[in-house]
């Protein structure tokens, strides 16, 4: 929910990034998500735990233990409402890839 008031909770809304690294690939691997938590150590902690699950070392940059964790408080004027869902679970991407524009 958007308010013109700020939020008064607790818990926050948190887009963290991390990176990683398989021993097959030189490539940097990356996943996100978005995460509620009370802090943002909280927040990398979570996310240190539910991505990147399966890669044999996660990078360490300039967070130290994630690429980007940020409060997301805002959009434009009003301020960002959290409210728990019991039901509520991980966001699945629609799809995977590139799309051509115009299609």
Known sequence: ???AEPSQSAEK?????????RPDTLA???EFD???AEDAQQAKNK????LLCGIDQQHKD????????LLLEKVGDLFIHLTPCASGRRDQPEWQG???IGI
């Not at 996310?47 to 539910?50: E, H, I, M, S």
């Not at 300039?62 to 964790?69: A, G």
């Open 1 to 3: 929910m958007l308010s």
């Open 13 to 21: 809304l948190f887009f963290v990034n991390a990176g990683g690294y």
């Open 28 to 30: 940097e691997l990356h």
């Open 34 to 36: 978005l995460l509620v």
């Open 47 to 50: 996310a240190l735990k539910t």
């Open 62 to 69: 300039n967070l130290k233990d994630v690429d980007d964790c």
């Open 98 to 100: 590139y799309q051509p």
